[in-house]
């Protein structure tokens, strides 16, 4: 994936060059990530980026353990909130999701070994993608998705799920020529392989 989105707005690059792709292994923020690509179905990426801040305030900081146990009132609050996104189904399925992340925290002691056990602990960089290759989802992605759906997870398509292995470093999708790119293969334990490849 090329890396020009980054330069449609302040925000986009600061996100672009100091989390995008980044390998992340704090479950508070991988379950930022989640709420965010979940919330951009349907939307662009640079309206989430944007409403960010707001989106955080709603789910109080992204703190799992809260957001499961939001009442009607709690609904209402964020329904109500200037700025933010208005689904009803989406802020429902947050909640749901957290009670699901929740359920998998306490089977493999934390969301990260779940999700990091996929790649073995190391960052994919698919043959052809730092040429441009432009990929919304793939077998990795399909598989995954699959799982979370059937854990309990709404909003997890492999198109979502994808972008979603993007943002949380698990696949390095920076364009060769973007710094980042060499940075991530550099500083973090990578493995290449092709999109058909697990």
């Known amino acids: 994936m090329a890396c020009n989105w980054k330069d ?27 709420v965010l690509e979940s919330l951009q179905a349907g939307l662009s990426w640079e309206l989430i980026i944007r409403k960010r801040e707001v989106i955080r305030k709603c789910f109080c900081d992204f703190d799992v353990e809260k957001i499961a146990s939001f009442d009607t009132d709690d609904i209402e609050r964020i329904m109500h909130t200037d700025d933010m996104i208005k689904s009803l189904r989406k802020v429902n399925a947050m909640i749901s999701n957290a009670k699901a992340f929740m359920n998998v ?14 790649s073995n602990y190391k960052t994919i960089c698919y043959r052809g993608h730092e040429k441009g290759i432009d990929v919304s989802k793939n ?15 709404k909003y997890v398509g492999p198109v979502i799920i994808y972008s979603y292995l993007q943002a949380c470093g698990m696949i390095n999708d920076h364009d060769e020529k973007c710094p980042c790119y060499q940075n991530i293969k550099k500083l973090y ?10």
Not at 141 to 150: R, T, W
């Open 139 to 153: 077998t990795l992605s399909e598989l995954i998705s699959k799982d979370l759906k059937k854990r309990g997870f």
């Open 189 to 198: 334990p990578c493995v290449t392989m092709d999109d058909k490849d697990i």
């Open 105 to 118: 925290q306490k089977e493999f002691g934390s969301f990260d070994k779940y999700l990091w056990s996929y």
């Open 8 to 34: 449609s707005s302040k925000q986009m690059q600061e996100y672009h060059d100091q989390e995008w792709g980044i390998p992340t292994h704090d479950d508070q923020k991988l379950f930022e990530y989640l």
